[in-house]
C-alpha cells in the first residue's frame, strides 16, 4: 500500500513540476512569428480585412506573452520582423481592433518597448 501512494505522490509531483514549466515557458520571437503566418496576407497586401486563423493566432500570441518581460521581447522581435516580411506599419496598427484584442503596446514602429509595458 506505501508503494502505491508513493507511486501515486510522484506521479502528482511530476504532474506539478511540467504544469510550472510549461507556464513558465514564454513565446519565443520565431514562435510567435510562425504563430502569426496566417496574418501575412493581410499585413503585406491589399488584403481588406484579416481572417479568423489571423485573429486566432493574434488572441494566441497575446495569451502567449503573460509577463512584462514577454510582452517587451515580443515587441522588439515584432519591430526587428516586419520590415523584414514587409509589413505595413498601418495595417499592424488596425490588426487588434480588427480581431478585438487588447494588445498591451501599440503596434507601431516608433514604440519604446522597454518604456512602454
Known amino acids: 500500500m506505501e508503494k502505491k501512494l508513493n507511486g501515486v505522490f510522484w506521479c502528482v509531483g511530476v504532474l ?5 514549466v510549461l507556464t513558465v515557458h514564454a513565446i519565443t520571437c520565431e514562435e ?5 503566418m496566417p496574418c501575412k496576407a493581410y499585413l503585406t497586401t ?3 480585412s484579416p481572417t479568423l486563423a489571423c485573429c486566432q493566432a493574434v488572441a494566441s500570441v497575446n495569451a502567449s506573452a503573460s ?7 515580443l515587441c522588439e522581435c515584432f519591430k526587428k520582423k516586419a520590415p523584414v516580411y514587409g509589413v ?3 495595417k ?3 490588426l487588434p481592433g480588427l480581431c478585438a484584442v487588447q494588445v498591451p503596446f501599440p503596434c507601431d514602429p516608433s514604440v519604446d518597448c522597454q518604456h512602454m509595458l
Not at 509577463?67 to 521581447?73: A, E, F, K, V
Open 88 to 90: 505595413d506599419p498601418e
Open 67 to 73: 509577463t512584462t518581460q514577454s510582452r517587451r521581447d
Open 92 to 94: 499592424a496598427k488596425q
Open 32 to 36: 510567435a512569428v510562425q504563430t502569426l
Open 46 to 48: 491589399p488584403a481588406p
Open 16 to 20: 506539478g513540476l511540467v504544469t510550472v
